[in-house]
Each structure stands twice: as C-alpha cells, then as structure tokens.
C-alpha cells in the first residue's frame, strides 16, 4: 500500500476541477520535465495534445485546455495570479506563440494542438497524451492520467516504489479504518494525534504547521472572496452567484476589514437553527463559486467537492467554539486528511470512475469525522461519523449540465456540509458497539457501487440532469 499525505488530500490548486483542470496542469508540469531529463526540450519544435474519455467529454466546461496551457508554459497553479490566466491564453490565441515553460517559444494553435477525443483509454477514464516533434523530426509521447483529487500517474507509476517504501517507515501505516481504532487504543490517543505521528516522519512540525496554515488560509479566502463578490459565473449557464446575497442577509453590525476579523463579526451574529443552515450553506457555496471561476481553492479531496470542509470547520469556528483556534484548525485536517486518504486507497476519489458520491461523498465523510473529534467525540466515534455521511451518498451521480462544474455541484457541496454535521451529532450519540456497518464494509460497497454505476452517471455529461437540462433552458 502507497503511502498517502495529508497534503496529498488536502492541496492548493485552481479551479473549477481538480481531476479536469489541476490534474491535467500537473501533467503538462510533469511532462515537461521529463523533456528536460531526457535533455528534448531544447529540441522541441511543436506540441500536440490529446484527451480521451472523461477529461475530453467535459473538458472545455472544466477549462481543461486552459489548464494544460498554463502548465506548458511553466505556471504553478499554487501560486499563478488568478488574473493572469485569461490575458496569457488571449495573447496565445491572438499570437499563435506557446512559450513552452516560459523560456522557449513554438507555433501553437489553441483550437488545433488540443483534441477532444470521445474514446477512452483503459487505464483510467481521463487520459491525456503529450507528444513533441522535435526538431530532427522525431516524435516523443507519454500519456498520464489524472485520477483525481489532482492526482497523475503514468500507467507504469514511476513513484510507487517510493511512495511504499515510506508506508513502510510510517511509525503507523494505515490501509484500513480498523487500523486507526487499533493504533489508537494501543497507544491512547485520538485520531489526529496518530495521523500527526506520520506526518512527522515525512517533514519537521514547524513546516506540518506552515503547510496546514496555508491550507487554512486558502480556505478561508475562498469562503470571504465568494461571500464578498457578485455577478454571474462564468461558462454560459448563466448561474447567479449566490453566497453574496445570503451573507448580505446574515451578516450583523460588527464591523470587519479583513477575513480574520470576519470571523469574530459572524461571531457576533444571530445563531438560531436556521441562520446556522443558511451560514453553512453560505459557507459553502462561496467556496465552489469561486471554484467554478477559475479561482483558488484547496483541493478536498476535489475541487468539485472543496466546499465541505472549509464549510464545516467554519461552522465549528463560529458557531460551535468561539475561542477556537488553529490548533483545532490542525486537528480538522489532520483528521479529515486521513479519512480521505482511505477512500483514495480503497475506492476512489474520481468522479470519472466512481461518480459524485467519490467527491462529496467522500468529502462529507472527511468533515463528519473531523468534526466529530473537535466536538470530543471517540475514535470510534470519529469513524462512525465518516461512516454515517458516507452511507447516505452511496450511488451518488456525477452528471453536471454543459459539464461545468456548476449545476448540480455547488449546492451539492451545501448538501454535503449539512450531511456532515448531522452525521457527527448521530455520531456522538451512538454507542460504538450498536454499530451494524463499519467504515470499511461502506468504503468497499461505495467502490462496487462505483463499478457498477453506467459510465453516463461518471462526469461525462452524457446522462441525468446534464441532458434533461439543455444550456438553452440556462
């Protein structure tokens, strides 16, 4: 078994997909570089791309092509200002010029070097293939897939012998959901204590703090810019944004200036039942708003589904515990990293090859039992959580309209969140011994599920709400 970060589940990227627009940028990434260790890419004359299956299908409504572009040029989706993105692809489509990893330049034409192809390619459904003529006239090519949550592997995996041998050093390694219970126990810790033992074998905790305060940082970002900004998203559907007009109807009086101030302003707000639904909600739909525009969102364990988490650690900030702070914050993610990382190693987190319930199904689960921990549940209790949100998104489809990443999927994030929170309170209630169905029996059903569901149901628009609801109805 590979071995699976927290900073592997969680990551920083740009929207509005992570297997269709992150994972295709890393591929672009990592290509190059392989050009360059092979000593080609000083001899590359021109470039073309192919994409098969899933990532063609909906790959112009998720910005796959403007994602592969950036990474030919040598941009890093971590840090790429947002609003250099459309100047640097109208410049190309205007010139013809690709500079390829921002040193060299070739003739590329935006509409005739990538091609959408509607077949697929065995190993995974999204597949993307990179071939170089080169300037003697031979042909180099390398094919990667993006498996998601941004995600690329090359059908040999390269890194696998490197990825087991650190399970291996883990102090804990965790294949199966009875292993955290039984670490736990044997050590008399939570779940965020075992997760952070690992993590520790991999990098020192002052840079484990640096990497979660950024991650945090992001997430709080995405959710202060959707709840702040207006208009209508970007894409053709003509969808409203929506996060800045609830926030308009729940914010109080307090005054703020900045996203940390913000929070001790919502603080101070009304928390009846249905202000805590609608801030959730709110929470939650301005991240994937940002999200579908192509902004910065933490990758979680999607970006189709990066709305959960930040919406369900918010509600525990400002609603549940006012004096909560960024160790809490850790614990969150620590604990939600995990619990993904057991979908990622026993299911799926592709919505190509499992559907939505991989996305935010698996994303509730992540947030139901970090929540549950923060709120002194057992790790028993943690994993019944994750359990409970699960269940309740089995057979999940993944069918958005124009294939955006819009309709159904930003409210479906509310949805998710909402789920989450009562999945944890159930939690919290229940004795770990009444419980019928373990963590790991409903990860392997999620996975048969996902064998079975028709490939129309797997983020490819050819089926459910993408074709009873044409862009003209929009």
């Excluded at 927290?6 to 570089?33: C, E, N, Y």
């Excluded at 199904?361 to 994993?383: I, R």
């Excluded at 048969?448 to 983020?459: G, W």
């Amino acid at each position: 078994m590979e071995s699976i970060s927290v900073f592997d589940m969680l990551s920083i990227g740009v929207g509005p997909s992570s297997s269709h627009t992150l994972g295709p940028w890393r591929a672009a990434q990592m290509w190059i570089k392989k050009l360059q260790l092979r000593e080609q890419f000083t001899s590359v004359a021109s470039v073309q791309v192919n994409l098969y299956g899933s990532i063609s299908l909906t790959g112009k409504g998720h910005a796959t092509d403007i994602a592969i572009i950036m990474g030919l040029m040598g941009t890093d989706p971590v840090t790429v200002a947002i609003d250099s993105i459309q100047p640097a692809i109208d410049a190309l489509k205007t010139k013809g010029v690709l500079k390829l990893n921002n040193e060299k330049d070739i003739a590329f034409n935006f509409s005739e070097n990538i091609t959408f192809n509607r077949t697929f390619l065995n190993f995974h459904p999204n597949g993307i293939k990179f071939e170089a003529t080169l300037r003697n006239g031979k042909k180099t090519r390398d094919t990667y897939y993006s498996i998601g949550g941004g995600f690329v592997v090359q059908k040999e995996r390269a890194r696998k012998k490197l990825q087991i041998e650190k399970f291996n050093n883990f102090p804990y390694p965790i294949e199966k959901a009875t292993e955290i219970i039984e670490y736990c126990t044997l050590e008399n810790i939570t779940v965020s204590e075992l997760v952070l033992k690992n993590e520790l074998s991999l990098r020192d905790p002052d840079r484990i703090d640096a990497k979660l305060k950024a991650i945090w940082d992001v997430m709080l970002d995405s959710m202060y810019v959707g709840c702040h900004t207006e208009g209508i998203l970007p894409g053709g559907l003509n969808v409203r944004r929506r996060a800045f007009d609830t926030h308009k109807s729940l914010q109080g009086t307090k005054p703020y200036s900045d996203k940390y101030e913000w929070i001790e302003a919502i603080r101070d707000t009304e928390v009846k039942f249905r202000q805590i639904l609608k801030w959730v909600t709110c929470f939650a739909l301005a991240v994937n708003e940002v999200n579908a525009s192509l902004g910065r969102v933490v990758t979680a364990p999607t970006n189709g589904s990066a709305g959960v988490i930040p919406a369900v650690l918010m509600y525990y900030l400002v609603i549940e515990n006012h004096d909560g702070d960024f160790q809490d914050v850790k614990k969150f993610l620590l604990v939600s990293g995990e619990i993904g990382s057991l979908f990622k190693k026993n299911a799926t987190i592709s919505a190509a090859m499992g559907g939505c319930q991989a996305e935010i199904g698996v994303s509730s689960a992540m947030a139901a039992g970090a929540l549950t921990e923060l709120m002194g549940g057992t790790p028993a209790q943690v994993l019944i959580a994750a359990e409970i949100a699960m269940e309740h998104h089995l057979g999940l489809t993944c069918d958005p309209i124009g294939g955006l990443v819009q309709i159904p999927c930003i409210e479906r994030n509310a949805m998710g969140a909402i789920k989450a929170i009562n999945a944890c309170e159930m939690a919290l209630d229940r004795d770990p011994n009444d419980v019928k169905i373990p963590l790991d029996k409903v990860i392997a059903t999620m996975w048969e599920t996902a064998k079975d569901m028709t490939t129309k149901y797997k983020e490819t628009s050819q089926g459910g709400l993408a074709v009873q609801v044409n862009m003209s109805d929009c």
